[in-house]
T-cell receptor, first 113, second 112 residues
Framework: QKEVEQNSGPLSVPEGAIASLNCTYSDRVSQSFFWYRQYSGKSPELIMS????GDKEDGRFTAQLNKASQYVSLLIRDSQPSDSATYLCAVNIPSGNTGKLIFGQGTTLQVKP | DAEITQSPRHKITETGRQVTLACHQT?????MFWYRQDLGHGLRLIHY???????NKGEVSDGYSVSRSNTEDLPLTLESAASSQTSVYFCASSAQFSYGYTFGSGTRLTVV
């Protein structure tokens, strides 16, 4: 089992719809979770971080965390064609006072006008 | 403004040659990381460093090495380049482990 798993997609949604991206992770001690957006040919860009169970909202983006189910999700409301990108889920794997980010393989989102 | 820069942006090299990819950050971050990105595999961790003179192996470290002689730089060396090391390489840094990472713009390496 991979440490961080995502459906590679592509996930296709019409403009204005809600896009729902999901991620599961295997390490129960993880405490920090991140969503990155990566446009084709570009580097990953941090868009959301979440540390506590529940929802965290930032503009059109909502991150959801359920540590009991080891599940993280990202909702994008009112999806725009400019949201078309690959979304990477990342989980911090702690090690004492240190840690490292492990990434899922990413979900490709296509928003159709 | 603080930044993290990688060089070169593109590199073509021959099998068996030693290659070094540069990563330089002006954030004064202690933590630096090297990832490679391949289709179907996402970002995989190669090596990382928590500070000067500290280096650690990631999940795909075979054939790669790093050294950390100062806070700003973490060069990645491919000791004897192989075609399997053709990839896009990203360097990243962070101040705290609970924070997200800032990524460089990447180096596309082709081994022929």
């Amino acid at each position: 089992q991979k440490e961080v798993e995502q459906n590679s997609g592509p996930l296709s949604v019409p403009e204005g719809a809600i896009a729902s991206l999901n991620c599961t992770y295997s390490d129960r001690v993880s405490q920090s979770f991140f969503w990155y957006r990566q446009y084709s040919g570009k580097s990953p860009e941090l868009i959301m971080s979440i540390y506590s169970n529940g929802d965290k909202e930032d503009g059109r983006f909502t991150a959801q965390l359920n540590k009991a189910s080891q599940y993280v999700s990202l909702l994008i409301r009112d999806s725009q064609p400019s949201d078309s990108a690959t979304y990477l889920c990342a989980v911090n794997i702690p090690s004492g006072n240190t840690g490292k980010l492990i990434f899922g393989q990413g979900t490709t989102l296509q928003v159709k006008p | 403004d603080a930044e993290i820069t990688q060089s070169p942006r593109h590199k073509i090299t021959e099998t068996g040659r030693q290659v070094t990819l540069a990563c330089h950050q002006t954030w004064n971050h202690n933590n630096m990381f090297w990832y490679r990105q391949d289709l179907g595999h996402g970002l995989r961790l190669i090596h990382y460093s928590y500070g000067v003179q500290d280096t650690n192996k990631g999940e795909v470290s075979d054939g790669y090495s790093v050294s950390r002689s100062n806070t700003e730089d973490l060069p990645l060396t491919l000791e004897s380049a192989a075609s399997s090391q053709t990839s896009v390489y990203f360097c990243a840094s962070s101040a705290q482990f609970s924070y997200g990472y800032t990524f460089g713009s990447g180096t596309r390496l082709t081994v022929v």
